[in-house]
């Protein structure tokens, strides 16, 4: 089944990509939107059947196979319906059902990945019985929002065209059922988050592990989803919403990665270094602007012409300077506020190897390996033990 999947994956993204050529060339931004919802189907796809494969009856498995399913043919149809607009006046075979085809059938994929994974995420189940209403809740949610929107009376986004199976209905019942509809939705995510919460504040510390790798990505792309709310246009707009979805091309990564339980336990490090070059990041290129926009300033009361270029070849230079010290700084003021207890072994640990250089007496030296064992790993008790030299 999951190789099955996979294979229809493929042959509708290879259709996409052919229907995209056929339509005209693509400008950089279009290509890298349709190569990263290739990696997304695609990892979803791969992610959704070694969990399967695995775990049989883990549901979020299902879940990503449908998901991509859901995805490749919405990528497919759009680009389907697109060339015989453009290129053939609608008179491609199957235009207006495929429009009408692609003007619903993201819907039951994106609620379920929004809605269902996090519900179910990392054992495939609710975190308790009193949850299963709330799943029961959002399946029917899902079914009536997606044949609302299959049924909607009106002309087909896409194409213009009326919609060959919209039921028409009474505009004071539609405002109603869109009211109800929107009320039912954030009620049914703010369970879903309420549910994660739960699981996270009552599971084992192996669960709250797995939780945080899905959060680590889900968060990202929720920050800069609201991000790109604010800035939307321009090459800026552009990066935050190619940041988004790669965002969401991880999330499936690392949801297997919590799952499968491979490399579980690194995801502290992961976050402690995305932090890291994130701030990194944004001090750089601070430093960057601030830099050029003063030194341009200052150069132009001294000499014409070049300024410009001369402050941006010093501004440049200063920011390689400063990015090793600035790199340490920021690793070890993270290490400090996200990982104290890390952070302080290691300091326990450096001292006790700067301490050892200079002893030779074994006594001092087992007192004071003790003692930093103590410290540094907070044991209930420890002891050592030394090998006679006959032995």
């Known amino acids: 089944m999951s190789r099955a999947v996979l294979v229809v994956d493929l042959v509708l993204l290879a259709g996409a990509f052919v229907l995209g050529a056929i339509d005209g060339p693509l400008d950089p931004f279009t290509l890298a939107f349709q190569l990263l919802f290739s990696?997304?189907?695609?990892?979803?796809s791969i992610i959704g059947s070694l969990i399967v494969a695995k775990q049989p009856d883990n549901r979020v498995g299902w879940l990503f196979l449908a998901a991509s399913v859901g995805i490749a043919i919405s990528t497919a149809s759009f680009n389907y319906v697109t060339l015989s607009l453009h290129r053939f006046?609608?008179?491609?075979?199957?235009?207006?059902?495929?429009?009408w085809l692609s003007s619903w059938i993201m819907i039951p994929t994106?609620?379920?990945m929004v809605i269902l994974v996090p519900l179910l995420f990392p054992t495939g189940h609710v975190p308790s019985p009193r949850w299963r209403p709330v799943a029961?809740?959002?399946?029917v949610g899902i079914c009536v929002t997606t044949i609302g929107s299959a049924l909607v009376a009106g002309p087909l986004d896409s194409i213009g065209v009326d919609n060959p199976f919209g039921v028409p209905v009474s505009h004071p019942l539609v405002d109603i059922l869109g009211a109800l509809d929107v009320i039912s939705g954030i009620l049914i995510f703010t369970l879903t988050a309420l549910s994660v919460v739960s699981r996270y504040r009552h599971g084992s510390e192996l669960e709250r592990l797995q939780l945080r790798w899905f959060a680590f990505p889900a968060v990202a792309g929720i920050v800069l989803l609201g991000l790109s709310s604010v800035v939307y246009i321009g090459p800026?707009?552009?990066?935050?919403w190619i940041g988004m979805l790669i965002c969401l091309a991880l999330l499936p990564i690392a949801i297997g990665i919590a799952i499968l339980?491979?490399?579980l336990f690194d995801i502290d490090l992961v976050i402690k270094r995305t932090i890291s070059y994130a701030v990194l990041s944004v001090l750089l290129i601070g430093l960057e602007v601030a830099g050029i926009l003063v030194l341009e300033q200052l150069l132009t009361l001294v000499i014409e012409g070049q300024s410009q270029a001369l402050a941006i070849a010093l501004s440049t230079l200063a920011v390689a300077t400063l990015f090793q010290p600035a790199r340490r700084r920021i690793q070890r003021w993270v290490d400090?506020?996200?990982?104290?207890?890390r952070y302080d072994a290691a300091r326990v640990v450096a001292g006790f190897?700067?301490?050892l250089r200079d002893s030779i007496d074994l006594e001092a030296v087992r007192a004071e390996l003790t003692a930093t064992a103590i410290t540094a790993l907070r044991p209930s008790s420890a002891e050592i033990w030394l090998r006679r030299p006959d032995d």
Do not use: E, Y
């Open 110 to 112: 994106l609620i379920s």
């Open 261 to 263: 339980r491979h490399r």
């Open 89 to 99: 006046a609608l008179a491609l075979p199957g235009t207006v059902f495929i429009a």
């Open 236 to 240: 800026l707009g552009d990066a935050v």
């Open 39 to 44: 990696i997304i189907v695609l990892g979803l």
């Open 336 to 341: 400090r506020r996200f990982d104290r207890n």
């Open 136 to 139: 029961i809740f959002a399946l």
């Open 353 to 355: 190897s700067a301490r």
